[in-house]
């Protein structure tokens, strides 16, 4: 490749704060996508779908690169995030299947569930580097290169208006977006710096800690397992809490150290068996393309603790990210912590935000 910007390329981050900034003139605010971050650089023929991670991408998404050699300028380099749709919602855990390593499976999955490229930068067209140039120039050059949207590669809305973004920010969490990023007018590209501005969704819900892992340094807890019943009774795993400070890592392992129990007597005890032998509950230690080579075993607990953490949303029946652990809940019974008190965002149709 011959580009004024060539990879690979560390993309621009974005810092998380409590609220929306109000608009005081310099913001531009747009939706937070909730997909796998690239960057794609064409040339030509040639095309390289670079990671946020700096690896490539380009082999799992045979689909996207037939869709930037037929929608994208002959010579650009485009930041945004690869997506996957069902319906009218965005789909992660379906996105994180097309990371495959056998070339027929990755050729499959292209066909079956096509992933989208959803634009929201401009980092070089043609000859012309526009790292250094502000944002909003970067943004209005980025538009003239689209034309009647509904391809795969789609252009992501943005506003000035502080009213419009607050409400994109509720609205728009039922088609699996999950915020909003907020960015300066100024701003030039700086590669792997949070420069950027992102605001995200917090809830709360009580769950029932089931077991923890040791933390990597030693005998501590390194992670609460929680857990949540489903309409039947059946505790599944739904995610880990586990930003803790490293005197509080050993004060916890005391705390739950009188609820220590056998695999044998716990719920998740045949966490080592194959998923088939109980498809429909959700328990720690499966090892997928993702935790391979980690060590997923933990120490069992008899699930009668219950705490309060922060989450921002839901990925089907689980947290999407590490949830924050809030407080104790001694008043709550493990029975009562049920799926049924999560909130559910209003359903939003994937089109009509694109099309905005």
Same mark, same amino acid.
């Given at each position: 490749?011959?580009?004024?910007?060539?990879?690979?390329?560390?993309?621009?981050?974005? !810092?998380?704060?409590?609220?929306?900034?109000? #608009?005081?003139?310099?913001?531009?605010?747009?939706?937070?996508?909730?997909?796998?971050?690239?960057?794609?650089?064409?040339?030509?023929?040639?095309?390289?779908?670079?990671?946020?991670?700096?690896?490539?991408?380009?082999?799992?998404?045979?689909?996207?690169?037939?869709?930037?050699?037929?929608?994208?300028?002959?010579?650009?380099?485009?930041?945004?995030?690869?997506?996957?749709?069902?319906? @009218?919602?965005? $789909?992660?855990?379906?996105? #994180? #299947?097309?990371?495959?390593?056998?070339? +027929?499976?990755?050729?499959?999955?292209?066909? @079956?569930?096509?992933?989208?490229?959803?634009?929201?930068?401009?980092?070089?067209?043609?000859?012309?580097?526009?790292?250094?140039?502000?944002?909003? /120039?970067?943004?209005?050059?980025?538009?003239?290169?689209?034309?009647?949207?509904?391809?795969?590669?789609?252009?992501?809305?943005?506003?000035?208006?502080? /009213?419009?973004?607050?409400?994109?920010?509720?609205?728009?969490?039922?088609?699996?977006?999950?915020?909003?990023?907020?960015?300066?007018?100024?701003?030039?590209?700086?590669?792997?710096?949070?420069?950027?501005?992102?605001?995200?969704?917090?809830?709360?819900?009580?769950?029932?800690?089931?077991?923890?892992?040791?933390?990597? *340094?030693?005998?501590?807890?390194?992670?609460?397992?929680?857990?949540?019943?489903?309409? +039947?009774?059946?505790?599944?795993?739904?995610?880990?809490?586990?930003?803790?400070?490293?005197?509080?890592?050993?004060?916890?392992?005391?705390?739950?150290?009188?609820?220590?129990?056998?695999?044998?007597?716990?719920?998740?005890?045949?966490?080592?068996?194959?998923?088939?032998? @109980?498809?429909?509950?959700?328990?720690?230690?499966?090892? +997928?393309?993702?935790?391979?080579? !980690? $060590?997923? *075993?933990?120490?069992?607990?008899?699930?009668?603790?219950?705490?309060?953490?922060?989450?921002?949303?839901?990925?089907?029946?689980?947290?999407?990210?590490?949830? @924050?652990?809030?407080?104790?809940?001694?008043?709550?019974?493990? /029975?009562?912590?049920?799926? /049924?008190?999560?909130?559910?965002?209003? +359903?939003?149709?994937?089109?009509?935000?694109?099309?905005?």
């Amino acid at each position: 490749m011959k580009l004024p910007v060539e990879p690979p390329v560390a993309p621009m981050l974005a !810092k998380a704060i409590k609220g929306m900034p109000p #608009q005081d003139g310099t913001l531009l605010y747009e939706p937070k996508w909730d997909g796998f971050r690239c960057i794609i650089f064409r040339d030509g023929d040639e095309v390289y779908l670079g990671s946020r991670n700096e690896r490539p991408f380009t082999r799992y998404f045979p689909e996207l690169v037939e869709a930037v050699l037929a929608e994208l300028p002959d010579r650009v380099v485009v930041d945004g995030e690869i997506v996957l749709r069902r319906g @009218q919602e965005l $789909d992660f855990d379906a996105l #994180q #299947q097309r990371i495959h390593p056998a070339a +027929s499976r990755v050729k499959m999955l292209s066909e @079956q569930t096509p992933a989208s490229f959803i634009a929201f930068d401009l980092l070089a067209h043609g000859d012309d580097n526009l790292m250094d140039t502000p944002f909003g /120039e970067r943004r209005a050059r980025l538009r003239e290169l689209f034309g009647e949207p509904g391809g795969s590669i789609r252009l992501t809305p943005v506003t000035d208006d502080f /009213e419009r973004a607050s409400e994109w920010f509720e609205m728009f969490e039922g088609a699996g977006l999950d915020g909003i990023v907020v960015k300066p007018r100024d701003l030039p590209y700086e590669p792997d710096r949070r420069t950027m501005f992102k605001v995200k969704h917090e809830r709360t819900a009580d769950v029932v800690v089931a077991g923890y892992r040791e933390h990597k *340094s030693g005998p501590v807890v390194g992670s609460l397992l929680l857990g949540l019943h489903d309409d +039947s009774g059946r505790l599944h795993h739904v995610g880990v809490a586990a930003s803790f400070p490293m005197a509080r890592r050993a004060e916890l392992v005391e705390e739950v150290k009188p609820y220590l129990t056998e695999f044998a007597e716990h719920p998740w005890g045949g966490w080592m068996a194959e998923a088939a032998d @109980q498809p429909a509950q959700r328990r720690p230690g499966n090892v +997928s393309r993702w935790s391979a080579g !980690k $060590d997923l *075993s933990f120490i069992p607990l008899r699930p009668e603790l219950v705490i309060e953490v922060a989450y921002d949303h839901m990925e089907g029946d689980r947290f999407r990210h590490t949830a @924050q652990f809030r407080r104790w809940r001694p008043d709550r019974t493990p /029975e009562s912590c049920t799926y /049924e008190q999560l909130e559910s965002p209003t +359903s939003y149709d994937l089109d009509d935000i694109l099309a905005r």
